[in-house]
């Protein structure tokens, strides 16, 4: 994929991409704050514990595997967005998988998290072995299940008790989109 700006609602101009092992620093940068920011994510602070080195060689892996993309929102030389899918790996269960999504706070309600969603459906669309694209979302996440929904995602099921943070127990929505 090529590099693609777009100008954001506030006039920033936002640049998407895919990452490479360069962005490794950067993207750990993002997790951590990220995590520290938001409750919404399984990952809690501290907890991200990948090295520059590892992070470096898992984008690379990344780059070369064909059901695997990982896509960077970035803004000044920040990154401030990042979409990670990968299906599995044996022959029953490559035509499926999994995303995650982060945006830092800052930029919440920009449009962020539909460009690189939108970018994700287009390349798992032009993916000839990508059949469904899956996601879990904290049921009491609306700005997330209305843009998952908007872009035609459906509730597949409903996983009771998933999440544990701050002494409360939270469900997850199952929600798929066919492509």
Known sequence: MQPKPYVLKNG???TLREAIPEDAEQLIK??????????????????????VETEASFLQDCLNAETQLY??????ETVIGALHFATGKRA?????????????????GLG????????????????????KVNLRVRTDNERALTLYQKKG???????KAEIFDADTYY??????LFV
């Open 12 to 14: 920033q101009t936002v």
């Open 30 to 51: 993002h997790v951590n704050t990220m995590s520290a920011e938001s409750s919404f994510t399984t990952i809690s602070p501290g907890e991200f514990d990948m090295t």
């Open 71 to 76: 896509l960077i929102a970035v803004i000044d």
């Open 92 to 108: 029953r269960v490559k035509h499926s998988g999994e995303f995650g999504l982060s945006v830092l706070k800052a930029y919440w």
């Open 112 to 131: 962020i998290g539909s460009l690189l969603l939108d970018e994700l459906i287009a390349w798992a669309k032009a993916n000839p072995i990508i059949k």
């Open 153 to 159: 995602f459906l509730t597949e099921g409903n996983l």
């Open 171 to 176: 469900d997850l929505y199952s929600m798929a």
